[in-house]
Each structure stands twice: as C-alpha cells, then as structure tokens.
C-alpha cells in the first residue's frame, strides 16, 4: 500500500514515476553488447540506480568516461569501505590504485555483493577504460591517484577536527567534483569550472551523505567507520555512539543540526558552478544530485529518526525532481523551498539556531536575486489522510494498466 497512498496523497507524482520507469526501460535495452562495455553498464545500474538513470542524458563520448570514471572511484572506495582488510595491506593498495587500472590482470578481491562482483570483474573496466581517449584517461588517473592518497592517509588517521573534515570529503568526494569538471572540458562542452566550486559540489554531496547514513556506519561490520568530526560531536556526547540512544536524543539532534548547518555552506557555491553550465544534458547530470542533496538535508534537519532507521526521498518526489529538473529557474526553485523546509525546523533554543537561519537565509537570496525563482511545490512529508476502498481499488487498477502497458511497449 506504500505506493497506492503516496500516489493518492502526491498524483502530482504518478506521471513522474512513469517517466521514470520508461527510462529504468530503456536503459536495459541500451546496454552496449561488447563484455566489457555490457558489464560496465550493468554495474553501474546495479552500485547506483539513480546515477545511472541520470548518466544515460549525456552523450556517448563523455557518457562512457563518467560511467568508467564512476565505477573506478567506486572499486576504490570498495577497497577504503572493507573493514576486514589489514591496514598494511590496504593502505598500499590505495596509494597504487590508479595504476593498476592500465593493468587488465591485476586482481583483489573484496567488498560484498555487488561490490565484490566488480572488483572480481574489474579487468573488464579496466579494457573499457583503455578505450577512451587520453584526454578522458588522463584525468581519471589524475584523480583516481589523489584520492587513494587521501583515502589512505585517513585509514592512518580519524576525523577529529572540522578542517579533517573538510579534508576527508575532499578526498572522497570534492575530488569527484574536480574531476568531472575535467571531463566535461575534455569534452570541449563546458570551460573549466574553478578548484573551489568544483569541490563544494562534491563536499555538499558527501556531507549529506555522511550525515544521513549514522546509523548505517555505526553499526557497520566487523568494526563502524565514522566521519562526523569529533570537534562537532563531543560538544554534545562523549562517545558518538550515544546518539544511537533514546535518552540522548535531545542532544542527538543538535549534534544532527550543527552538521546540516556545517553542509549548507556549500550551497551557494554549488548554485554558483550550475549557472555557469552551457550544456543541458551536463547540467541536469550535475544539478539533479545537488536537489536530492539539499531536500536529503531538509529531512534530516531536526530529524531524530536518522539516528533510528533510515531517512530518505520518496520514491515519487526524486521521480519530480528528476523529470522536472530542466534549468536554474528549477535548481534555484527547488533549493528556496527546501531550504525554506529548514527554516520552517528551526528550534529557537538549538545552539546553532542563529547561524543555521544566516545560511539558509543567504540561499534563499541567491534564488530571489536570480530574478529565475520557480516554485514547484514539492512536499518532502507524507499527510495523514484517510482514504477511500474504491478510490483505492481504481488507483491500483490504473497503476497495473499502465504499468503493464509499459511492460509490453519497452
């Protein structure tokens, strides 16, 4: 019944989500035949369904180097993730890894699941890696050789301060924005975006991300990898585990707050580096990820359920963002409301309060002076109505037609 009641409380989505699943369609039919151009399409839909719905704009050129580019940041950080792998032997591993992808026979096999397929499998990246231009493979080992250093020398080392902080999500995830400025210039579509925008892409990203998945790090196994800064969180616990109890919650979510609010400096910039994106199919590849992030951030804010299961976009809301995201009038709508979301959260008593408001309040007019505003209605929370039996037996009749009309059309 999930979604028979999210369709009747936002039919707004129901088109969306058609749109959406056409396209999940036409990806499978689309996945080149050669083996490793196949397995590479193939794990990408398989490690991240919404980046591959969302790589499929691009152009087959800059379309493949993003796809390979993608799936060696992510075989390097299946290495960083793997708990169970010594530090002596890891850490070499890291710090070598951009070579061994010119290298079809090298092998290591960890991680799980998908995971441990692709880095069983990961000759077949590396042939589909040897194709693309030099311009395209040269950018990705620059990259790819930063961030294994990275990587490795924070396996050495916790986050203890914010600047670790900073540090980290650069490594993991400003050097991702870095290097996909550097594609798209090597596809002669885009200029070369600045260092510094093109990091906060990244850093607002992975910010979120790190913030959302406290409960899914914490208990990680055999042993929890955290990268909330302690600096930030020992204002607030001990230990941070302690937020992962009930009695703790209080200071669980302004711990949860101080981080949102650290992430929402980035913004700005990340509108910033969109605006100056001349290609369609490049910016909604940018943009759509930085919507999801800035309307992650408004479900997490002041949000105590992070620290109690998983919070995340409804399915039918990332559908909207993604059919309907098609210009800056959209991002700057989108970002306005979301940050107007957590606004609407904030606590007056939070510690942070006054500089959470001077940040979402400095979004808010980058949209406005934009003179491009265009307020979607997006509505992040589910509403408690009640519904009608047959009105629900008509939307599940006419969600089996038209999901089985696209069935037998693709």
């Not at 940041?73 to 951009?98: G, M, Q, Y």
């Not at 493979?137 to 990587?151: D, H, L, N, P, V």
Request: charged content about 25%; proline content about 2%.
């Amino acid at each position: 019944m999930g979604l028979v009641a999210m369709i009747l409380e936002h039919p707004e989505e129901l088109y969306p989500l058609v749109k959406l699943k056409m396209a999940a369609a036409r990806i499978e039919k689309q996945i080149p035949a050669e083996e490793h151009w196949a397995f590479s399409y193939t794990m990408l839909r398989k490690v991240s369904r919404s980046f591959a719905l969302v790589i499929q704009q691009l152009g087959p050129e800059l379309r493949n180097a993003i796809c390979i580019f993608y799936l060696v940041l992510r075989a390097l950080d299946t290495v960083e993730d793997d708990t169970s792998i010594p530090t002596e032997i890891k850490v070499p591993i890291l710090e070598s890894f951009h070579r061994h992808i010119y290298d079809r026979d090298w092998h290591f096999s960890c991680g799980t699941k998908d995971y441990k397929v692709l880095m069983d499998k990961l000759h077949l990246v590396s042939t589909a890696f040897l194709e693309l231009e030099t311009s395209y493979q040269e950018a990705i080992e620059e990259i790819t050789k930063k961030m294994g250093a990275g990587m490795a020398k924070f396996i050495l080392k916790e986050v203890e301060t914010v600047d670790d902080y900073d540090e980290y999500c650069h490594y993991v995830a400003g050097l991702v924005g870095l290097g996909l400025s550097k594609l798209f210039y090597a596809s002669r579509l885009e200029e070369l975006a600045s260092d510094s925008l093109s990091n906060s892409m990244g850093l607002f990203l992975q910010k979120t991300n790190i913030i959302r998945d406290y409960l899914e790090d914490i208990n990680e196994i055999p042993k929890s990898r955290m990268f909330w800064p302690r600096e930030i969180w020992n204002k607030y616990a001990n230990k941070l585990e302690d937020f992962k109890y009930e009695e703790n919650s209080a200071k669980a979510v302004q711990c949860l707050n101080d981080l949102v609010t650290n992430a929402l400096m980035h913004a700005e910039d990340c509108l910033q580096y969109m605006s100056a994106l001349k290609d369609l199919a490049i910016f909604r590849f940018c943009a759509i990820p930085q919507i999801m992030a800035i309307g992650t951030l408004a479900l997490c804010y002041n949000n105590v359920e992070i620290f109690r299961g998983v919070v995340k976009m409804r399915r039918g809301l990332v559908a909207r963002v993604i059919y309907q995201t098609k210009n800056m009038s959209d991002v700057y709508g989108a970002f306005y409301e979301f940050s107007s979301l957590i606004k609407s959260k904030v606590d007056a008593s939070d510690p942070n309060a006054s500089l959470t408001l001077k940040r979402v309040e400095a979004i808010q007019r980058t949209c406005m002076s934009s003179g491009l505003l265009n307020r979607r209605g997006y509505h992040l929370y589910e509403s408690k109505l009640r519904y009608n039996s047959v009105l629900i037996m008509v939307v599940l009749l006419l969600l089996s037609i038209l999901f089985a009309t696209l069935t037998i059309k693709w």
